[in-house]
């Protein structure tokens, strides 16, 4: 099983130079298997990530209500850094069906979109092929298909949330049979993938994150993204569980892991 534990992951503020830099010095770190356990370090291997060696590219995730565009700053950076980089591509307005602490379903395809159409490229192309088709969104790399009437209709129809959409603001009661919309093709993948990425979420898209890389059901699908994932970053996450539908999704994630954590104590 795969377990990130939030005592692990650095929250940081913003995203500054200075910060870029840092980032991508734990990301080294991480390459060379000096990845440091303590609760100030603000990078976190998968447990199925027994090899560095695999670290081949990064994914960037956005935050809460922002898009692609906003992080196409740090996405040049760590190009230039050599780790080829690919945002999630998604304008600002695809956080819709989400608002009031409803499902991040939607999200999570777009995630798994990203991440499985880059480890795509990477099993039939060489680093260089891979960092010229990751230049434009819009260019050499695959998009999805989602409209603003996908997204008036997921906003109706995702569960959870303040108006409890489903019945219900606990992820574990969401109906299972709500598909986000939209077209999100899925390439063809040679499992067990030896190239794996970095993911880095900004702001939700942290502990988003963190629900795309579990084994455990989500509204009906599991994701287990930590099969193409060798380690996750997060960037100014919120990972303490609250009180109220916004953190449902956060307190979700952290109790999983919670019994995942002692499940193996009680293993060893």
């Given at each position: 099983?795969?377990?990130?534990?939030?005592?692990?992951?650095?929250?940081?503020?913003?995203?500054?130079?200075?910060?870029?830099?840092?980032?991508?010095?734990?990301?080294?770190?991480?390459?060379?298997?000096?990845?440091?356990?303590?609760?100030?370090?603000?990078?976190?291997?998968?447990?199925?990530?027994?090899?560095?060696?695999?670290?081949?590219?990064?994914?960037?995730?956005?935050?809460?209500?922002?898009?692609?565009?906003?992080?196409?700053?740090?996405?040049?950076?760590?190009?230039?850094?050599?780790?080829?980089?690919?945002?999630?591509?998604?304008?600002?307005?695809?956080?819709?069906?989400?608002?009031?602490?409803?499902?991040?379903?939607?999200?999570?395809?777009?995630?798994?979109?990203?991440?499985?159409?880059?480890?795509a490229q990477l099993d039939t192309n060489?680093?260089?092929?891979?960092?010229?088709?990751?230049?434009?969104?819009?260019?050499?790399?695959?998009?999805?298909?989602?409209?603003?009437?996908?997204?008036?209709?997921?906003?109706?129809?995702?569960?959870?949330?303040?108006?409890?959409?489903?019945?219900?603001?606990?992820?574990?009661?969401?109906?299972?049979?709500?598909?986000?919309?939209?077209?999100?093709?899925?390439?063809?993948?040679s499992l067990p993938n030896k190239k794996?990425?970095?993911?880095?979420?900004?702001?939700?898209?942290?502990?988003?994150?963190?629900?795309?890389?579990?084994?455990?059901?989500?509204?009906?699908?599991?994701?287990?993204?930590?099969?193409?994932?060798?380690?996750?970053?997060?960037?100014?996450?919120?990972?303490?569980?609250?009180?109220?539908?916004?953190?449902?999704?956060?307190?979700?994630?952290?109790?999983?892991?919670?019994?995942?954590?002692?499940?193996?104590?009680?293993?060893?």
């Amino acid at each position: 099983t795969s377990v990130i534990s939030s005592k692990i992951i650095t929250r940081i503020a913003n995203m500054t130079g200075l910060i870029r830099s840092f980032l991508f010095l734990q990301l080294i770190t991480l390459c060379h298997g000096l990845s440091s356990s303590s609760p100030s370090s603000s990078a976190a291997k998968t447990s199925g990530s027994s090899s560095t060696e695999h670290l081949a590219a990064a994914v960037l995730v956005p935050g809460y209500l922002t898009g692609a565009d906003e992080l196409k700053s740090l996405e040049a950076s760590l190009r230039q850094q050599g780790l080829p980089t690919v945002t999630v591509p998604m304008p600002n307005w695809h956080w819709l069906p989400v608002m009031g602490g409803r499902s991040v379903r939607p999200i999570l395809e777009r995630i798994d979109f990203t991440v499985q159409q880059l480890i795509a490229q990477l099993d039939t192309n060489n680093k260089e092929e891979v960092e010229d088709a990751m230049k434009l969104h819009s260019g050499n790399f695959p998009t999805f298909q989602y409209s603003l009437i996908d997204a008036w209709k997921d906003f109706q129809e995702n569960p959870g949330g303040v108006a409890q959409v489903g019945g219900s603001v606990c992820p574990s009661e969401y109906p299972k049979d709500i598909e986000p919309r939209g077209i999100f093709p899925r390439p063809e993948l040679s499992l067990p993938n030896k190239k794996k990425i970095a993911l880095i979420g900004h702001s939700a898209g942290g502990w988003i994150s963190r629900i795309y890389l579990s084994e455990r059901e989500y509204g009906g699908k599991v994701y287990n993204g930590s099969e193409f994932v060798h380690s996750l970053v997060t960037l100014g996450t919120p990972h303490a569980s609250a009180p109220g539908p916004a953190f449902a999704g956060i307190s979700w994630i952290n109790e999983h892991e919670e019994q995942l954590q002692q499940q193996q104590q009680q293993q060893d």
